[in-house]
T-cell receptor, first 112, second 111 residues
Framework: DTAVSQTPKYLVTQMGNDKSIKCEQNLGHDTMYWYKQDSKKFLKIMFS???????INETVPNRFSPKSPDKAHLNLHINSLELGDSAVYFC???????????FGQGTRLTVV | GENVEQHPSTLSVQEGDSAVIKCTYSDSASNYFPWYKQELGKRPQLIID?????GEKKDQRIAVTLNKTAKHFSLHITETQPEDSAVYFCAASKWTDKLIFGTGTRLQVFP
């Protein structure tokens, strides 16, 4: 039973397109995150949600928007995709921000 | 905001040797310091963590030390094995704030 699952695992799309990545957690956690891992393997926080409320919005382009229909889901929508958006995107969840974060398997986004 | 620096960026050791990875953090209010291991093509997974009220924690071949005064913490792996080869990330957070990760260390253990 997967704790944090995200779909799709791979996503190849053309510049200018709009795409979404879905994330679900069945751990009952209150906090969910999106991280971006670039080609240098740096893990950078993009967003975090606590009980469906956005509590931290990092300085990411407004083409990226998190959407949380309920506590168990945090989807990432990206408008007008650019080449530089190519990366692996990880969803994660945590009981709060101060304990272990559990990661999804990642979504490798390639913009061509 | 919090900033976490991690060194070295790459580390190569012979099987059986020890490996040490060091991190420094900027926010003195940070109180939770986990270490994650990420194998090639996989997700990051927690291997050990420490809170600010503890100076050292050990789990079999892995140990973490924390120096709050100097604002640095370290991961120690003893008797390294080829399966320890991976990218290791340190992180820091405070209260219900987000986890901020270091830049990662690629550890290679040669047989």
């Amino acid at each position: 039973d997967t704790a944090v699952s995200q779909t799709p695992k791979y996503l190849v799309t053309q510049m200018g397109n709009d795409k979404s990545i879905k994330c679900e957690q069945n751990l009952g956690h209150d906090t969910m995150y999106w991280y971006k891992q670039d080609s240098k393997k740096f893990l950078k926080i993009m967003f975090s949600y606590n009980n469906k409320e956005l509590i931290i919005n990092e300085t990411v382009p407004n083409r990226f928007s998190p959407k949380s229909p309920d506590k168990a889901h945090l989807n990432l929508h990206i408008n007008s995709l650019e080449l530089g958006d190519s990366a692996v995107y990880f969803c994660a969840s945590s009981p709060d921000g101060n304990t272990e974060a559990f990661f999804g398997q990642g979504t490798r986004l390639t913009v061509v | 905001g919090e900033n976490v620096e991690q060194h070295p960026s790459t580390l190569s050791v012979q099987e059986g040797d020890s490996a040490v990875i060091k991190c420094t953090y900027s926010d003195s209010a940070s109180n939770y310091f986990p270490w994650y291991k990420q194998e090639l093509g996989k997700r990051p997974q927690l291997i050990i963590d420490i809170r600010s009220n503890v100076g050292e924690k050990k789990d079999q071949r892995i140990a973490v030390t924390l120096n709050k005064t100097a604002k640095h913490f370290s991961l120690h792996i003893t008797e390294t094995q080829p399966e320890d080869s991976a990218v290791y990330f340190c992180a820091a957070s405070k209260w219900t704030d987000k986890l901020i990760f270091g830049t990662g260390t690629r550890l290679q253990v040669f047989p």
